[in-house]
């Protein structure tokens, strides 16, 4: 696409990388039918071929208007445009730098501009999250289906107990923000299946929200806080020879992979940075290299106490988050892997469809999330599963708002078989 660039934005880094984008796309239109915005509304400027014409007016300095701003916050940042296109076209890091350039340029209303702001106070805060949750729970009746979900379930994973740290071989596990406040369960079981195939799990003192939250707010600096401080935490830990940097949420584990760009122009922080993204892994990236050892695991544990029939057969429909499908690439390891640990995995229509939770678009987009949702739970429920699995906690919350099927992270799946077995 031919594209002259405006002076605010031609020679920085921003407006190389973005040229080089927009110029990328041969405006084929491939990924128009993968984008559920535009499935929902018809309308090309809801789509990513549209929006990525939007984003080249933006930075060509054309004016600028709210309608502008709206077709880019309704992008969920899915990121299923990208793994549909021919060309390569690097759509989310487009959307990074025009809402960035849409946010200097176009002033929001002042309750829009309160929310976004409470969002990026509040969610990347554990205690914060807590003690809204607890005051969730007490006023749940007057509160919206999307701000009630999480508060209104008990969780349905068993809880597993967290290992001592014995073994040789040590992963780092990052544990973020918002699910240690909504699951803790989840990192416990991951660190039980590690574990079990002989990695310890340290928790990082210090770290804290992986910067996701604030950077799809377009909030540059806030995140980069984030980001350093997690970078402070970890290094001590991959100096003293830790492996990996494990999260149990994809979304997260995806945000890791950036920090090396964001951080590449500050030389206090880029070599450090670098080897933080090299290191990223989601956990279903680590147990997929551990095939053999995770058979092992549960053959033992068969041997020990086998599973009746029906316990060994337990129907799961498996929701792949875009963050694991579309940004990390990671597609079918998960159902590989609850395969070979004995479910049964039930059909799911649209895959790569996202289930509308996209950080905070639940909140900030109920309308068009509720109807992802409820397009996302048929799909789910239709090949009568006993259960829903998932591998972030966004997409977990946002479905349990929509069904009344047990919904959990499939590594608590992993852990609930290893010990159940063992029980
Ligand atoms: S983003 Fe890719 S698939 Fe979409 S119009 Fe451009 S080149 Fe075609
Ligand atoms: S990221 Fe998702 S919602 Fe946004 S344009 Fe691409 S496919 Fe559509």
């Not at 029906?310 to 129907?315: E, P």
Request: glycine share 8%; hydrophobic share 40%.
């Amino acid at each position: 696409m031919r594209t002259a660039l405006a002076d605010f934005v031609r020679n920085t880094p921003e407006g190389r990388e973005a040229h080089a984008i927009l110029r990328s796309c041969v405006h084929c239109g491939f990924c128009l039918p993968t984008c559920p915005t535009y499935q929902l509304l018809g309308d090309e400027l809801d789509s990513p071929r549209g929006r990525i014409y939007l984003m080249k007016q933006l930075l060509e300095g054309e004016p600028v208007s709210s309608g502008t701003q709206l077709h880019l916050d309704r992008c969920l940042t899915c990121r299923a445009c990208e793994s549909a296109c021919p060309s390569g076209v690097q759509y989310g890091r487009l959307l990074d730098i025009g809402r960035a350039v849409a946010e200097e340029r176009v002033s929001r209303g002042p309750a829009v501009r309160l929310k976004r702001y409470l969002l990026r106070k509040i969610l990347p805060h554990t205690r914060r999250v807590r003690a809204v949750l607890a005051v969730a729970r007490l006023v749940r009746p007057l509160l919206p289906r999307e701000l009630a979900a999480p508060a209104t379930r008990a969780p349905e994973g068993r809880a597993s107990p967290w290992p001592a740290t014995r073994h040789a071989r040590r992963v780092l596990l990052l544990r973020g923000c918002v699910q240690p406040a909504l699951r803790p369960e989840i990192d416990a079981a991951a660190a039980q299946v590690l574990d079990r195939i002989g990695i310890s799990v340290i928790l990082p003192q210090g770290s804290g929200c992986c910067g996701a939250l604030t950077h799809h707010l377009s909030a540059a600096q806030e995140t980069l806080e984030h980001v350093r401080r997690n970078v402070d935490a970890l290094w001590p830990h991959i100096e003293a020879g830790a492996e990996a940097v494990v999260v149990s949420a994809s979304a997260c584990a995806s945000m890791l992979t950036e920090y090396g760009r964001l951080l590449q122009a500050d030389p206090a922080y880029a070599d450090r940075a670098a080897r933080v993204t090299a290191l990223a892994r989601d956990i279903a990236q680590v147990l997929a290299g551990e095939r053999e050892a995770l058979r092992g695991a549960f053959e033992g544990a068969a041997a020990t106490r086998p599973l009746t029939a029906a316990a060994s057969a337990t129907r799961v429909a498996f929701h792949a988050p875009c963050t694991l499908q579309h940004a990390l690439k990671v597609s079918g390891t998960v159902e590989a892997l609850l395969t070979a640990a004995g479910f049964v995995l039930t059909p799911v229509g649209d895959r790569q469809q996202c289930c509308g939770s996209a950080g905070t678009y639940s909140i900030l987009q109920p309308e068009l999330s509720e109807r992802l949702l409820r397009a996302k739970v048929t799909a789910l429920e239709s090949g009568a599963p006993q259960v829903i699995a998932t591998a972030n906690i966004g997409c977990l919350t946002h479905i349990r708002g929509g069904t009344s099927l047990p919904v959990c992270h499939w590594v608590e799946l992993l852990a609930e078989r290893l010990s159940v077995a063992n029980a």
